[in-house]
């Protein structure tokens, strides 16, 4: 008569290789990011002040967490004309007076209305990306986190960064975001201090650094 044939559980598999002595790997482990993200979303209700229509949404801090999100969240290019997507790392609010951004600038990505549908997502996932995934070597500390500007005269995306006088760090982190976002040589993107954007007007806004 045939042995009977078990099956075992995969918790069961588990505990019999460890008590083999055999290295085990938790399939249903989660994979951690070196910072905790928050998402944030502003929607433009003009009965409202701006702290009023800006809400956190959620935070996470595992590779797979930020899938999930993604994926049930609304896409970009979907949102309506004045709504915002901010991501920052956590504890830091995405205003330009929070004590961690406002000695900082952006690295602005201007975009003519016929990109929200060609490239404007792409982008963004791109921009995120380069955030959870620590891509700036060294210069990762010095990110504060993101905006997506939806917006019916043009799309914006922008990279905020803590020093804007952190010459290298900000540099370096232009030029791989650039290279990240697969712009050409001849595409040159503008760095701009928030204490400038503050004060001027966009007419009159200068790049403190261009790549």
């Not at 083999?20 to 399939?27: F, H, I, S, T």
């Not at 590779?63 to 997507?85: P, R």
């Not at 400038?196 to 261009?210: E, I, P, Q, R």
Request: hydrophobic share 40%.
């Amino acid at each position: 008569m045939a042995a009977a044939m078990t099956v075992n559980t995969p918790e069961e598999q588990q505990k019999h290789k460890a008590s083999r002595g055999e290295v085990v790997v938790d399939p249903f482990s989660k994979h951690p990011l070196q910072n905790r993200w928050a998402l944030w979303f502003f929607k433009n209700d003009k009965s409202k002040t701006w702290q009023d229509n800006l809400r956190l949404v959620t935070k996470f801090d595992t590779v797979e967490d930020f899938w999930a999100l993604y994926s049930h969240i609304q896409l970009a290019s979907k949102l309506t004309s004045g709504c915002d997507y901010s991501l920052f790392k956590d504890g830091i609010e995405p205003m330009w007076e929070d004590s961690w951004n406002k000695r900082g600038g952006r690295w602005l990505i201007t975009l003519a209305k016929q990109q929200r549908h060609t490239e404007l997502d792409r982008f963004w996932l791109e921009t995120l990306l380069c955030l959870i995934g620590e891509m700036f070597s060294d210069y990762s500390d010095e990110v504060c986190g993101a905006v997506i500007n939806i917006r019916a005269k043009g799309d914006k995306i922008a990279i905020w960064t803590r020093e804007a006088e952190n010459r290298d760090g900000v540099i370096h982190i232009g030029r791989i975001y650039k290279e990240h976002l697969g712009l050409s040589s001849k595409v040159v993107i503008g760095y701009q201090a928030h204490a400038d954007t503050a004060t001027k007007s966009g007419s009159l806004m200068k790049n403190k650094f261009v790549v």
